[in-house]
């Protein structure tokens, strides 16, 4: 089992920058792939939408195509914790962001084993 809270979340100016932390507690967590997904609101009933994800080694990293050049995935596997760098942010990124895990890196949301209750990011315009 493995436990991710995350945190990091909150209200910034378009243009902004925020940086999202994911820690994670539990057997072998350092060795699970890492991804971020967002779910913005009134979408409650579409599948959460793949952002980034970085393999157990922090090697091999992939983005959504909507952030590509904005945002940043990395992680300490000695702190146990996965980054997401938030960089050049814009209204259309407001949403709830949830870090999930499992064994290697998918984009489809429903093949993830473990997630946190996610975290909230608003950029206002």
């Known amino acids: 089992q493995v436990q991710l809270v995350e945190s990091g979340g909150g209200l910034v100016q378009a243009g902004g920058s925020l940086r999202l932390s994911c820690t994670t507690s539990?057997?072998?967590?350092?060795?699970?792939?890492m991804g971020w997904f967002r779910q913005a609101p009134g979408k409650e009933r579409e599948e959460r939408e793949f952002?980034?994800?970085?393999?157990?080694?922090?090697?091999?990293?992939d983005y959504a195509d909507s952030v590509k050049g904005r945002f940043t995935i990395s992680r300490d596997n000695a702190k146990n914790t996965v980054y997401l760098q938030m960089n050049s942010l814009k209204p259309e990124d407001t949403a709830v962001y949830y870090c999930?895990?499992?064994?290697?890196?998918?984009?489809?949301?429903?093949?993830?084993?473990?997630w946190g209750k996610g975290t909230l990011v608003t950029v206002s315009s």
């Open positions: 952002v980034a994800a970085s393999n157990w080694s922090g090697v091999r990293l």
């Open positions: 539990g057997r072998t967590s350092s060795s699970y792939a």
């Open positions: 999930a895990a499992r064994i290697s890196v998918v984009r489809s949301s429903s093949l993830w084993d473990y």
